[in-house]
C-alpha cells in the first residue's frame, strides 16, 4: 500500500515535470516500413509491411506522391500539375488500401499495392513514391500557461518514409558505366566522387563497393539507384578514417546489384589515389 | 491465405517481439511456409525542436539551426532550452538514405487553434546531415537533426503556440 501511494506520488512528478517542459519526446507515430521498395512486373501487386513501433496509439496515412531525381542525386518533389504524362499514368494505375490506419503499439498491418494499366500503355518504367506518416493528434488548447511568461512553442513533428513504387511493363533493358573517380575531402568528412552513367528504358539500383590491389573492402555504399529521368548522376561514397588511411594506390570500384538481388555487376571502374 | 509468409528483419525490439508472435502464429496454420527477408526501415523521433522561452518584447527572429547552434534578431528576449528536434533511421546497413524538409513555412497558432489572429511562422529548415547520408555500416543507424527559425510579431499575444512541421526520410 505504501509503495503504491509512493510511486502514484512519483508519477504525478513525473506529470507535473511533463507539462512545465516544452514538448515531451514524442514517441507517437514511429514507424517501420518493409520492403523499402517494390517492383511489380506485369500485372500481379505486392505489399508494404507497415508497423506502430512507438510507444502510444497512432494514426498513419499513406498517401503516393512524385519525384524526380536531379543529378545530385537528390529528389525533388513534383506537384501533380508538373506531371509528365508517364508520371500522371504512374499515379492513376498504382492503387493502394487502406490509405488510413490506426495501429496500437507494436501492432503491424499490410498495405497492399496493386495496378491497373490502362489499354495501350507504352512499355517503360512506372514510378510513384509512397509516402507512410503519423497523423499528428488534433491540437488541443493547454490549460495552465502562465501568461507571464511570455511566448513558448510547441511544435510537433510529422515525420514518416517514403519508398519508390516501380511498376515495369515489357521487356527492359538498362546499363551503366562509371568515371572519373576521385578524392574530395572537406571539413566534414571525405568521400569518393564518381560520375554514373545510365542508358536503357529503366533504373538500375545496386550498391558501390571499393576493393584495394590485395581485394580488401575499403567502402561499401548500398542502395544506389539512378532513375530513367536522369542519364548522368554523381555518386558521392563516405570514407570512415580508416577508410581514408588506406585508400592509396589502385582501387577498383565495383557497381553490383544487392546480394539479395542476386549480386550481378552492373558496371566497374579502376582508379589510383595519390 | 498466402502460402508465403514474409518476415522481416529489424533491430527494434518491441516491434521485434510483436512480428516474431504473428509470424509464428501464421507459421503454425501454414504447413508450407517460406520465408523471404525484407529489408526494412524504421524511423523514431528523439527529442522535439525546443525553442525555450521568449519574450515578444518589439519582436525579431530566433533560429535553432540542426548543428545546434542558436541566434537571434530583433528586441525579443530567449531564455530556455533550446535543442533542434532529433530523429533516429535504422535500416539496411551502409544503405543511402535522404532526408527531406518542408519547402514551405509552417504556421504555428495560439492555443493551437487554427482559426486564432495569433500566428507566428516557422521557416528556414535546416538538417544534419543534409540531403543523402549513408546508414552506419555496422548498426545500420543513423541521426538526423532538424532546426528552423520561427518569427515572433512585435507584442506577440503570450501563450502557448503549436503547430507541426514535415520530416521524410526516403529510400532509392
Redesign the interface.
Same mark, same amino acid.
Given at each position: 500500500m505504501t509503495v503504491l501511494r509512493l510511486r502514484s506520488m512519483a508519477m504525478a512528478g513525473a506529470a507535473l515535470l511533463a507539462t512545465f517542459s516544452?514538448? =515531451?519526446?514524442?514517441?507517437q507515430?514511429?514507424?517501420?516500413?518493409? =520492403?523499402? %521498395?517494390v517492383i511489380i512486373s506485369q500485372g500481379g501487386s505486392s505489399e508494404v509491411?507497415l508497423?506502430n513501433?512507438?510507444s502510444e496509439p497512432a494514426t498513419y496515412r499513406i498517401s503516393a506522391e512524385l %519525384?524526380r531525381?536531379t543529378e545530385?542525386?537528390?529528389?525533388h518533389?513534383v506537384t501533380e500539375a508538373e506531371a509528365t504524362p508517364a508520371e500522371q499514368a504512374a499515379l492513376q494505375m498504382i492503387t493502394y488500401a487502406p490509405r488510413r490506419i490506426n495501429l496500437l503499439?507494436?501492432?503491424?498491418q499490410s498495405v497492399r499495392i496493386s495496378i491497373r494499366p490502362p489499354e495501350g500503355l507504352p512499355d517503360g518504367e512506372y514510378r510513384v513514391?509512397l509516402?507512410f %506518416?503519423a497523423v499528428?493528434p488534433a491540437?488541443? =488548447?493547454?490549460v495552465g500557461?502562465d501568461?507571464?511568461?511570455?511566448?513558448?512553442?510547441?511544435?510537433?513533428?510529422?515525420?514518416?518514409?517514403?519508398?519508390?513504387v516501380f511498376v515495369r511493363r515489357g521487356r527492359l533493358e538498362a546499363s551503366a558505366t562509371l568515371a572519373n573517380a576521385h578524392l574530395v575531402t572537406e571539413p566534414g568528412g571525405s568521400f569518393v566522387e564518381l560520375d554514373l552513367s545510365r542508358a536503357g528504358q529503366r533504373s538500375v539500383?545496386g550498391?558501390f563497393i571499393g576493393k584495394s590491389a590485395r581485394g580488401e573492402v575499403l567502402f561499401?555504399? %548500398?542502395?544506389?539507384?539512378a532513375y530513367p529521368e536522369i542519364t548522368h548522376r554523381k555518386v558521392?561514397i563516405?570514407l570512415?578514417p580508416e577508410a581514408l588511411v588506406k585508400l592509396k594506390g589502385p582501387v577498383k570500384i565495383e557497381y553490383r546489384e544487392l546480394p539479395?538481388n542476386g549480386g550481378a555487376l552492373i558496371a566497374a571502374t579502376a582508379a589510383t589515389f595519390p | 491465405m498466402r502460402n508465403s509468409l514474409?518476415l522481416?528483419? #529489424?533491430s527494434?525490439a518491441?516491434?521485434a517481439?510483436? +512480428?516474431a508472435t504473428?509470424a509464428s502464429a501464421a507459421a503454425s496454420a501454414t504447413a508450407t511456409a517460406t520465408a523471404e527477408?525484407?529489408?526494412?526501415?524504421?524511423?523514431?523521433?528523439?527529442?522535439?525542436?525546443? +525553442?525555450?522561452?521568449?519574450?515578444?518584447n518589439t519582436g525579431g527572429t530566433v533560429t535553432v539551426k540542426s548543428d545546434g547552434s542558436v541566434s537571434q534578431t530583433g528586441g525579443l528576449?530567449w531564455s530556455?532550452?533550446k535543442n533542434p528536434?532529433g530523429?533516429t533511421v535504422t535500416?539496411?546497413? /551502409?544503405?543511402?538514405?535522404?532526408v527531406?524538409l518542408p519547402?514551405v513555412a509552417?504556421t504555428?497558432?495560439l492555443?493551437?487553434?487554427?482559426a486564432s489572429p495569433n500566428k #507566428?511562422v @516557422?521557416d528556414q529548415f535546416t538538417a544534419t546531415p543534409t540531403?543523402? +547520408?549513408?546508414l552506419n555500416?555496422t548498426t545500420g543507424q543513423g541521426h538526423i537533426d532538424?532546426g528552423g527559425r520561427?518569427t515572433?510579431g512585435s507584442a506577440?499575444a503570450? /501563450? @502557448?503556440?503549436?503547430?507541426? +512541421?514535415?520530416?521524410?526520410?526516403?529510400?532509392?
Amino acid at each position: 500500500m505504501t509503495v503504491l501511494r509512493l510511486r502514484s506520488m512519483a508519477m504525478a512528478g513525473a506529470a507535473l515535470l511533463a507539462t512545465f517542459s516544452s514538448l =515531451p519526446a514524442a514517441a507517437q507515430g514511429d514507424l517501420l516500413i518493409a =520492403p523499402t %521498395r517494390v517492383i511489380i512486373s506485369q500485372g500481379g501487386s505486392s505489399e508494404v509491411i507497415l508497423s506502430n513501433i512507438g510507444s502510444e496509439p497512432a494514426t498513419y496515412r499513406i498517401s503516393a506522391e512524385l %519525384r524526380r531525381m536531379t543529378e545530385d542525386g537528390d529528389f525533388h518533389e513534383v506537384t501533380e500539375a508538373e506531371a509528365t504524362p508517364a508520371e500522371q499514368a504512374a499515379l492513376q494505375m498504382i492503387t493502394y488500401a487502406p490509405r488510413r490506419i490506426n495501429l496500437l503499439p507494436g501492432q503491424p498491418q499490410s498495405v497492399r499495392i496493386s495496378i491497373r494499366p490502362p489499354e495501350g500503355l507504352p512499355d517503360g518504367e512506372y514510378r510513384v513514391h509512397l509516402n507512410f %506518416r503519423a497523423v499528428p493528434p488534433a491540437l488541443k =488548447p493547454e490549460v495552465g500557461t502562465d501568461p507571464a511568461a511570455g511566448v513558448s512553442i510547441k511544435l510537433i513533428p510529422v515525420y514518416g518514409i517514403t519508398i519508390p513504387v516501380f511498376v515495369r511493363r515489357g521487356r527492359l533493358e538498362a546499363s551503366a558505366t562509371l568515371a572519373n573517380a576521385h578524392l574530395v575531402t572537406e571539413p566534414g568528412g571525405s568521400f569518393v566522387e564518381l560520375d554514373l552513367s545510365r542508358a536503357g528504358q529503366r533504373s538500375v539500383y545496386g550498391e558501390f563497393i571499393g576493393k584495394s590491389a590485395r581485394g580488401e573492402v575499403l567502402f561499401d555504399l %548500398r542502395g544506389i539507384a539512378a532513375y530513367p529521368e536522369i542519364t548522368h548522376r554523381k555518386v558521392q561514397i563516405p570514407l570512415s578514417p580508416e577508410a581514408l588511411v588506406k585508400l592509396k594506390g589502385p582501387v577498383k570500384i565495383e557497381y553490383r546489384e544487392l546480394p539479395e538481388n542476386g549480386g550481378a555487376l552492373i558496371a566497374a571502374t579502376a582508379a589510383t589515389f595519390p | 491465405m498466402r502460402n508465403s509468409l514474409r518476415l522481416v528483419a #529489424m533491430s527494434a525490439a518491441l516491434a521485434a517481439a510483436s +512480428f516474431a508472435t504473428s509470424a509464428s502464429a501464421a507459421a503454425s496454420a501454414t504447413a508450407t511456409a517460406t520465408a523471404e527477408i525484407l529489408q526494412s526501415l524504421t524511423l523514431t523521433a528523439d527529442s522535439a525542436l525546443d +525553442f525555450g522561452q521568449i519574450a515578444a518584447n518589439t519582436g525579431g527572429t530566433v533560429t535553432v539551426k540542426s548543428d545546434g547552434s542558436v541566434s537571434q534578431t530583433g528586441g525579443l528576449i530567449w531564455s530556455g532550452n533550446k535543442n533542434p528536434a532529433g530523429f533516429t533511421v535504422t535500416g539496411t546497413k /551502409g544503405a543511402s538514405v535522404a532526408v527531406t524538409l518542408p519547402t514551405v513555412a509552417a504556421t504555428l497558432y495560439l492555443g493551437g487553434n487554427t482559426a486564432s489572429p495569433n500566428k #507566428m511562422v @516557422l521557416d528556414q529548415f535546416t538538417a544534419t546531415p543534409t540531403g543523402a +547520408f549513408q546508414l552506419n555500416a555496422t548498426t545500420g543507424q543513423g541521426h538526423i537533426d532538424v532546426g528552423g527559425r520561427l518569427t515572433v510579431g512585435s507584442a506577440q499575444a503570450p /501563450g @502557448l503556440y503549436s503547430g507541426t +512541421f514535415a520530416v521524410s526520410v526516403e529510400y532509392q
